[in-house]
């Protein structure tokens, strides 16, 4: 009995002590309350900075209108097919909204593949496959023939003047398809659609997901002014009062706002919070110096960062006895979902051990803690960091409505939101 409580105490001790050396290693991914407020107060700046005509042709946080001028009162109903692009994938949907109060809304959706070779290859190449998907879907529901409304979701940074228009202002992610940016992606996708001949549909709107997320919130709350995405990339958008939004004539009413926040940081505004590891992911990207806040918080970099983290530990002798394998050192081995398997309370641990194994590092119990707090901390910073900029748009809703406690929901969706166990 004392034995196995000496044992308990030598591991809690060991533990204890393993942890106090990452968070010293890592204490620049550590934020204050002061840093996070200071964070929050210029993301505020920079909104300012979009909204304003005479700055935002400099600002790097665009706070795109979306000529969205009202959220779901829970009235709507229609049968309509919804075109997602900009994850990990390409989904299509079909989707009926009844007042039937048991089931409003009844959702039937297919999820399509979208390979490098075509995110990369040439605008033509890139919407022909949507428009293949599209009719693909669409004969399998048997609804070719019924003409529906289509919603694009297009999850990159776009100028609109209309609903149903949407000039790509850059590409993000993964995407790089040639020959989009500055043109019309409705135009583009009709184009497409037509060259195949085979079904007609009429393209209603476009929209961000963000704003996606926060209008199929708003059909159940009505309270719902924010949609936030936490996924491959992340972004916001909001409820902004039409008078402050110098682009878009017209005072009355609200409009919502696109904030395209994966660039904020993109003008040197977070350079003392960047560390040697992000600007290595930048370095490493599609598009270096473009989304720097994204690449510090969003799904498509966390398991990149780990990586990276775990190379610089093990070449200093601060892991796996300085074992340092091919597999360690290719770009792309841990990914996000294995950062989010990592971090769970039971099996981590355990799923540690394999996933570190399969990269062939041998890891002691010791080197799967030390692992397993490194991943937490990458993604506490991701999360901070999203607090921070959210706090940023709640404190501007709250002071255009003026009063002294705000009350509202915001919508929250994306695949490392809905994945990461914390």
Same mark, same amino acid.
């Given at each position: 009995m004392i034995a196995a409580q000496l044992l308990a105490y030598y591991f809690t001790e060991l533990k204890d002590d393993q942890l106090k050396k990452i968070d010293k290693y890592l204490y620049s991914m550590r934020f204050s309350d002061e840093t996070l407020k200071d964070i929050m107060k210029r993301f505020r700046r920079e909104m300012e900075n979009g909204l304003s005509r005479d700055t935002n042709p400099t600002a790097t946080v665009k706070m795109l209108p979306t000529f969205v001028r009202s959220i779901p009162d829970g009235s709507e109903k229609g049968d309509f097919i919804a075109l997602d692009l900009g994850g990990s994938n390409f989904r299509i949907l079909r989707v009926k909204v009844t007042q039937d109060k048991k089931q409003p809304v009844q959702m039937e959706s297919q999820?399509?593949?979208?390979?490098?070779?075509?995110?990369?290859?040439?605008?033509?190449?890139?919407?022909?496959?949507?428009?293949? $998907?599209?009719?693909?879907?669409?004969?399998?529901?048997?609804?070719?023939?019924?003409?529906?409304?289509?919603?694009?979701?297009?999850?990159?940074?776009? $100028?609109?003047?209309?609903?149903?228009?949407?000039?790509?202002i850059t590409w993000t992610k993964k995407f790089k398809a040639s020959g989009v940016e500055g043109v019309d992606v409705v135009q583009f996708l009709n184009k497409a659609i037509k060259k195949r001949g085979d079904c007609e549909v009429d393209i209603m709107a476009v929209v961000n997901d963000t704003?996606?997320?926060?209008?199929? $919130?708003?059909?159940?709350?009505?309270? $719902?002014?924010v949609g936030v995405i936490i996924g491959t990339g992340t972004n916001a958008c909001y409820m902004e009062e039409l008078r402050h939004i110098d682009l878009v004539e017209g005072d009355e009413g609200r409009m919502c706002i696109n904030t395209e926040w994966g660039a904020f940081g993109d003008d040197g505004s977070l350079e003392d919070i960047r560390t040697e590891f992000d600007r290595e992911i930048d370095r490493g990207s599609l598009n270096p110096g473009k989304q720097l806040f994204e690449k510090m918080a969003s799904g498509m970099y966390v398991g990149e960062l780990v990586r990276l983290i775990l190379v610089k530990m093990a070449k200093e002798g601060l892991l796996f006895e300085g074992r340092i394998t091919p597999e360690l050192?290719?770009?792309?081995?841990?990914?996000?979902?294995?950062?989010?398997?990592?971090?769970?309370t039971k099996e981590g641990l355990k799923k540690c051990m394999e996933i570190l194994s399969r990269l062939g590092v041998e890891p002691s119990d010791e080197d799967c803690l030390a692992v397993q707090h490194v991943c937490t901390i990458v993604s506490f910073r991701s999360a901070n960091l999203i607090a921070a900029t959210l706090g940023g748009v709640l404190g501007r809703l709250k002071e255009n409505k003026g009063v002294a406690r705000l009350r509202t929901t915001v919508g929250i969706d994306g695949s490392l939101y809905k994945m990461h166990p914390q």
């Open positions: 999820v399509y593949d979208t390979p490098d070779d075509i995110i990369h290859g040439s605008g033509t190449r890139l919407f022909d496959h949507v428009a293949e $998907c599209l009719s693909d879907f669409m004969e399998k529901q048997n609804i070719k023939d019924k003409n529906l409304p289509v919603g694009f979701t297009f999850s990159f940074p776009c $100028c609109q003047s209309k609903l149903n228009e949407a000039v790509l704003v996606g997320t926060m209008m199929t $919130c708003g059909f159940d709350d009505q309270r $719902c002014e050192l290719t770009k792309g081995k841990i990914e996000t979902k294995h950062v989010s398997a990592i971090e769970k």
